[in-house]
């Protein structure tokens, strides 16, 4: 079998990547030649476990190929990216965009399917449109499926292979027909619906996850306020056979959980009300976190802070939409001076080149990504280099030790 992969971002390469592991003929379709020449040369882009060995051994085979234009195949799935627009809703383009760089390769049998996060009723009013004026009937002439990517960044290909998959289709034999790639490769089970079920069901979970953090988060101002540990409570609570409260940090990142649920929201505005609080509590934390430190650092004289990663969560290098990097620049705006930090980031984004950069001369070690590289740390062997031994800890992963002060978001012992 012949599949067309459009978009070869931490979805798309990934599934073609595991596409052509099975023995599939894989075409990788990007519209920018860099990733092209990067996957042809055994190369990849991004951070994501295990993907450059699998990468480099299939394209070794011959297996998969990268290239700028799709071509014809059996099967073309459609993984490109779904920002928000200005006004937070779904921004289709790339969709559109996608669908008719690939539309002149359709021939009638093919499997089109959408695995990008999208909008409830996209698929019904974007995308069938747009292969209907083709001239295709399709159902009959071809079949249709949303089948939402659903796999964490840094586990992916584990995901990929082992979740269950939700397939929704435009008719129950397109549903069948996408269904039968996935069996190929899925050892989850494959759970067939409609294409509205299956949008929504895929915001519902990233949804579900935002508002979890987001009680978490309440949880930190709400205890901070009454000078309780925020974390004991958590973790109390936790045992509980029926609780599980997810973990409080400096705000939620990400191209999923800080996106998605505004697709919810902007389609149906008067009855998403918790969906939108939980947006905006989880969006508040950077700025909580800012004048956390405002107040630790209130008696020196220009202080000098050392921000300890910028991604959007750890042991990965994404950026996108990173309550980090939020921290980091709405510091500086009020003329902190910064020294910021990242193992894992490889892109210019005015950081240091090493942690004694970031610490020598410090008064304050924000803590903002639990990187492995930070939780292994000897950290106290660094605060030696610091003006002042004192650490804010955003993700609450440190150990407190005798001559280091670890000041946790939500518990600071008073
Ligand atoms: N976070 C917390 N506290 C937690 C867990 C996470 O503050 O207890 C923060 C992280 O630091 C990060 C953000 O939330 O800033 C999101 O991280 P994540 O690990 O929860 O999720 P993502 O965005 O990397 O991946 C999610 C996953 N969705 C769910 O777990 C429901 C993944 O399965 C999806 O495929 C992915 O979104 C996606 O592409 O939609």
């Known amino acids: 079998m012949k599949i067309c992969v459009v978009g070869l971002g931490y979805i798309g390469l990934p599934t073609a990547a595991i596409l052509a592991s099975i023995g599939f003929n894989v075409v990788g379709v990007d519209i920018n030649p860099k990733i092209i020449d990067l996957v042809n040369n055994k190369k990849i882009h991004i951070e994501e ?16 190929v990268a290239k700028t234009q799709p071509e014809e195949a059996d099967a073309f799935i459609v993984a490109v990216p779904t920002p928000k627009t200005e006004d937070n809703a779904c921004e289709v383009k790339y969709i559109i965009s996608a669908m008719k760089s690939l539309i002149p390769y359709l021939k009638k049998g093919n499997t089109v399917i959408v695995e990008s996060t999208i909008a409830p009723g996209t698929m019904e009013e974007v995308v069938l449109p747009l292969i209907e004026e083709a001239g295709f009937l399709v159902g009959k002439d071809l079949y249709l499926a949303h089948c939402p990517e659903r796999v964490l960044p840094g586990k992916i290909l584990f995901e990929i292979v082992n979740n269950d998959r939700i397939v929704g289709g435009y008719t129950a034999l397109c549903g069948s027909k996408a269904a039968d790639i996935y069996k190929a490769f899925t050892k989850g089970n494959i ?31 709400v205890c901070d306020e009454l000078n309780i540990n925020v974390h004991e409570v958590i973790q109390l609570a936790n045992r509980h056979p029926r609780v599980n409260i997810l973990q409080p940090g400096p705000g939620v990142g990400g191209h999923c959980l800080a996106i998605d649920p505004y697709y919810i929201v902007s389609k149906a505005p008067n009855s998403a009300k918790l969906t939108a609080t939980a947006r905006e509590i989880n969006s508040s934390m950077p700025i909580y976190v800012v004048s956390k430190v405002k107040e630790l650092v209130r008696d020196i004289e220009n202080p000098r802070i050392a921000a300890l990663g910028m991604t959007y969560k750890e042991n990965i290098d994404d950026v996108r939409e990173s309550p980090s990097l939020e921290i980091i620049n709405l510091l500086m705006k009020e003329n902190y001076e910064v020294r910021c930090y990242d193992p894992h980031v490889t892109k210019n984004l005015g950081q240091v080149k090493n942690l004694d950069q970031a610490i020598e001369g410090a008064d304050l070690i924000l803590l903002l990504v639990a990187h492995n590289e ?24 440190l150990e407190r030790t005798n001559n280091m002060q670890v000041i946790y978001l939500g518990w600071n012992e008073r």
């Open 49 to 64: 476990t295990d993907l450059e060995e699998v990468v480099a051994t299939v394209v070794s085979k011959g297996n998969l």
């Open 191 to 221: 759970l067939i619906s409609s294409l509205k079920v299956a949008e929504m069901t895929k915001l519902v979970e990233n949804t579900f996850r935002d508002i979890n953090i987001a009680f978490a988060n309440e949880l930190v101002k």
């Open 374 to 397: 930070f939780v292994n740390l000897n950290l106290e062997a660094y605060t030696k280099k610091m003006r002042r031994p004192m650490v804010f800890d955003t993700k609450n992963c």
